[in-house]
């Protein structure tokens, strides 16, 4: 049974920094590329970054690039996402997903129904 377990959310003063970890079981994790996605209180689930299987190539929504930055371990079978500089308008709940990897677009990458499996979703709260 696949799982993403998604942990590190909570709540920072604006400025601060959280990492968030998304570890997975039940797959061959260094086969499949994996995005965070995020969904605040009365909108629709957007696109935050995605890295691929073997780590090389990271992608990034323009609200978060340079702000955020996405990395893996596939030896722990567990994705990262640093998010420094962190602001009000990033509360929300952040969401894992894995895909196995094949050719995407950046287009692909940024696309809810790109992956199979989602975790259930940590909280992250930005005080002003």
């Known amino acids: 049974q696949v799982q993403l377990v998604e942990s590190g959310g909570g709540l920072v003063q604006a400025g601060g920094s959280l990492r968030l970890s998304c570890a997975a079981s039940?797959?061959?994790?260094?086969?499949?590329?994996v995005g965070w996605f995020r969904q605040a209180p009365g909108k629709e689930r957007e696109f935050v970054a995605a890295?691929?299987?073997?780590?090389?190539?990271?992608y990034y929504a323009d609200s978060v690039k340079g702000r955020f930055t996405v990395s893996r371990d596939n030896a722990k079978n567990t994705v990262y996402l640093q998010m420094n500089s962190l602001r009000p308008e990033d509360t929300a709940v952040y969401y894992c997903?894995?895909?196995?990897?094949?050719?995407?677009?950046?287009?692909?990458?940024?696309?809810?129904?790109?992956?199979?499996?989602w975790g259930q979703g940590t909280q992250v709260t930005v005080s002003s």
């Open positions: 890295i691929t299987w073997h780590g090389s190539n990271t």
């Open positions: 997903a894995a895909d196995r990897a094949n050719y995407k677009s950046y287009i692909d990458y940024t696309r809810s129904a790109s992956y199979d499996y």
């Open positions: 039940g797959l061959t994790f260094s086969n499949y590329d």
